[in-house]
């Protein structure tokens, strides 16, 4: 994807249509108002702030209620830090946000639900790592489960292969949740994993290994993306079968060890405030030794058939434990806790909310304040009481920039934001009105409207007019009282196939005085491209990067959904 820079006068980039303008900010940005200042603790690029939420269990494994701030000591690399802000949350629910029904052709990236002392859950399974038969049994224990999930809980369901799939969004219909896990077309189905697991000897296995880790911490840093907009604590629980830190290989040239990759990928899910529960997808497995498939050919003798015997079972013992290892650490480093070992599934998950919807919210600044990459060690006590405490360890203390390119290659910032299918990020609150043009009259070659130059029509030209919510972007102060701030807007067309069909990427300069940054800070940031879209396309995938905090909004409009509502209202007018 191309970037340029967009040209345009000053105060150009805000001539839009007066109906996108008034009608936009008020329906949409709205109902989702900013954080009080005085009630929620305040992020900015500049001034790093480090959250922690802390989960506080009894012996009996219950959450602990009614601690106050002066219960808690927090340290950082073994130094005192000052709290300055504390929040206790008593297991209320998370609601709907209660958008008004948008007018024609206007979409928004506000997450439809917000955590409100509560948290929200992500149900992700993991057909990436984990074998085909095991994949069966947790789809079954999860229908059981939500079967009996207690009311007014909210869940997701995503799904994990060679992409992470959008299965289901968030919903406390239990019957909607289950019907989506049954339909084989909404990418929850079991399936072959795309690489094959096991040893990893040879290069081209290992080629496989690095993708199957690169797509699957990809996976997490686009839910922290999707997640970041809704305000708390929220909850992926990750059913998976295996997933390596590091690989064992009798040649050290081959080791792979992606610990480091992992840490960044975690540092991203902790900020968002995303803890990830890694649940062991074949829950009480019997080991080899007891599989009659199993069982060694060449034992021809009762001693070879015990070496054997031993040997299958250090083996198995072997796999799971790195296996464990691998989650108890994603699940530390996140503020999760790793379930594996179980049958008592629905028990499991039980905790597993609990631990979502009561904890308690600790804020400081770090007396440290380099920004040196370097990892930060977390340690949070209570000056009294046996209680168990569960909170992420620690965080990088890099800058968002560092952080945003854990997976990915430097380039493009918005290009991983872009992929089809790919979990809107809310970082940045936006809205889009989607509208075909009519055709150009009285040209016979019309300019093309996107940067694939080799586009064949017939073509449709589609005007998208972004809104942008102020608070989403960082605009620095300038010497003359005005404000100024960098971000890249995109748009790719989509096939069926998730073929890009054109795109087209610029370069916002935003400039402003004081009296236009006080128009910015009530309408949003707006302005329109225009792109030229084929007869076989199915979606417009619509994105911006804030250069500045190295955040982003994207947003997925189906181009059916843009054509229904055109047909309803030319139907209607006749």
Same mark, same amino acid.
């Given at each position: 994807?191309r970037?340029?820079?967009l ?11 007066g ?13 989702v ?109 999860m229908?059981n ?29 239990? @019957?909607? /949740? %289950? $019907? *989506? ?6 990418? &929850? =189905?079991?399936? #072959?994993?795309?690489?094959? +697991?096991?040893?990893?000897?040879t ?49 050290p ?13 975690? @540092?991203? /899910? %902790? $900020? *968002? ?6 649940? &062991? =997808?074949?829950? #009480?497995?019997?080991?080899s +030794?007891?599989?009659v ?45 790793a ?12 905790r ?10 600790? $804020? ?44 990915e ?18 970082q940045i ?6 509208q ?7 040209t016979?070659?019309?300019?093309r ?31 003359n009282g005005g404000?100024s701030g ?7 067309v ?25 128009e ?55």
């Open positions: 994807m970037s340029q820079v040209q345009h006068r000053p105060g150009s980039l805000f001539l839009l249509p109906f996108i303008i008034a009608v936009v900010p008020a329906l949409v940005f709205g109902q108002p900013a954080p009080d200042a005085n009630e929620r603790p305040v992020f900015k690029a500049n001034a790093r702030a480090v959250v922690v939420d802390v989960v506080v269990t009894g012996k009996d494994g219950k959450p602990v209620q009614g601690l106050h701030q002066e219960d808690f000591q927090t340290d950082e690399d073994g130094h005192p830090q000052h709290v300055t802000f504390f929040e206790e949350h008593t297991g209320a629910q998370t609601v709907p946000v209660g958008l008004p029904k948008l007018p024609p052709n206007v979409f928004t990236n506000i997450p439809q639900v917000t955590a409100t002392g509560g948290t929200v859950t992500v149900l992700l399974l993991d057909n990436l790592n984990t074998a085909l038969q095991d994949q069966s049994g947790t789809r079954a224990r229908l489960y939500l079967r009996a999930a207690r009311p007014g809980s909210r869940f997701a369901i995503f799904a994990l292969g060679r992409q992470l799939r959008y299965v289901q969004g968030f919903t406390d219909d239990p @019957a909607l /949740l %289950a $019907a *989506a896990l049954k339909d084989p077309k909404r990418g &929850a =189905a079991a399936e #072959l994993p795309p690489f094959p +697991l096991g040893n990893y000897q290069e081209q296995e290992l080629s496989r290994l690095d993708q199957r880790v690169r797509i699957t911490l990809q996976a997490f840093e686009d839910l922290a993306n999707y997640l970041a907009g809704i305000p708390g604590r929220k909850t992926v629980v990750w059913f998976s079968g295996s997933f390596p830190l590091v690989t064992l290989n009798p040649d040239l081959k080791v792979r060890d992606y610990r480091d990759q992992v840490k960044k990928t975690d @540092a991203v /899910l %902790a $900020a *968002a405030q995303v803890a990830l529960y890694p649940i &062991a =997808a074949e829950s #009480l497995a019997a080991d +030794l007891y599989d498939g199993d069982q060694p050919m060449g034992a021809i003798n009762a001693h070879q058939a015990q070496d054997a015997a031993i040997g299958s079972l250090q083996e198995g013992a072997k796999q799971r434990n790195a296996n464990h290892t691998t989650m108890d650490e994603i699940a530390k480093d996140t503020g999760g806790v379930v594996y070992n179980t049958n008592a599934f629905n028990d499991a998950l039980g597993v909310a609990d631990q979502g919807s009561y904890y308690y919210t600790l $804020a400081y600044t770090p007396t440290n304040t380099a920004s040196d990459g370097q990892f930060r060690k977390i340690q949070v006590k209570l000056s009294n009481g046996h209680y168990k405490l569960v909170y992420r360890n620690g965080y990088f203390a890099a800058s968002p920039k560092s952080l945003a390119t854990a997976t290659p430097p380039g493009d910032p918005l290009h991983p934001y872009m992929k089809p299918g790919t979990p809107d990020s809310s609150p936006l809205a889009v009105r989607v075909p043009e009519p055709p150009q009259a009285g016979k070659t019309p300019s409207a996107g940067d694939n130059g080799n586009l064949q029509g017939p073509l449709t030209r589609y005007a998208v007019d972004f809104v942008i919510a102020a608070r989403g972007l960082q605009l620095d102060p300038t010497p404000h960098k971000i890249e807007a995109a748009l790719v989509y096939g069926q196939n998730g073929k890009p069909l054109n795109w087209m990427a610029r370069q916002l300069d935003l400039t402003m005085d004081a009296a236009r940054y006080a910015v800070q009530a309408d949003g940031v707006n302005f329109r491209l225009e792109i030229d879209v084929p007869k076989d396309s199915v979606s417009l995938r619509s994105g911006v990067f804030d250069r500045e905090s190295n955040l982003a909004g994207t947003l997925e409009v189906p181009l059916t959904s843009v054509t229904s509502t055109l047909q309803a209202a030319s139907s209607k007018s006749q």
